[in-house]
């Protein structure tokens, strides 16, 4: 019979168990074996659980839930490791669209193909063209 997902709560994983390999008979996820360890507080548990997470099949999503926590450990990361890789990849996003638009700027496209290539509005992207290559408005 297909369990369903249980309550929130420290030791509680949230995560679908549809589709995870079992990791021993009693275990799907390693924070099930110890809860406790994931919301200690305590920096070798931290370090324990993030260890443990490295293993775990639904450490992307356990990671994802605990964007808006302010305690334990989601996904192999405490909530603020979770945050900066947040800002990182939006980072690195704006660089790597940044990047696209500097190549297809200098390959004569028009900002009307630009714009329906990148998904990104004709003002904001003459806004952006601007800032890119320091142009006055």
């Given amino acids: 019979m297909p369990q369903k997902n ?3 709560g420290p030791g509680v994983c949230v995560i679908p168990r549809r589709n995870i ?3 021993s008979e009693e275990i ?8 406790d360890l994931w919301f200690s507080g305590k920096g070798e548990d931290a370090e ?3 260890e443990a997470c490295g293993f775990c099949p639904a450490r992307v999503e ?7 926590e ?3 450990i989601w996904g192999g990361m405490t909530p603020d490791e979770i945050r900066r890789a947040r800002r990182f990849r939006v980072i690195l996003l704006e660089e790597m669209n940044n990047s696209r638009i ?3 700027c200098a390959a004569g496209v028009s900002i009307s193909a630009m714009s329906r290539e990148l998904g990104i509005p004709r003002k904001t992207l003459t806004d952006r063209i601007r800032k890119i290559l320091n142009l006055a408005a």
Avoid at 28 to 35: Q, S
Avoid at 62 to 68: D, T
């Fill in 6 to 8: 249980r309550p929130f």
């Fill in 28 to 35: 799907l996820h390693p924070c099930e074996a110890d809860p």
């Fill in 21 to 23: 390999t079992r990791l």
């Fill in 62 to 68: 356990c990671a994802e839930l605990g964007e808006n």
């Fill in 48 to 50: 324990a659980a993030k």
């Fill in 102 to 104: 500097r190549e297809m």
């Fill in 70 to 72: 302010d305690f334990g």
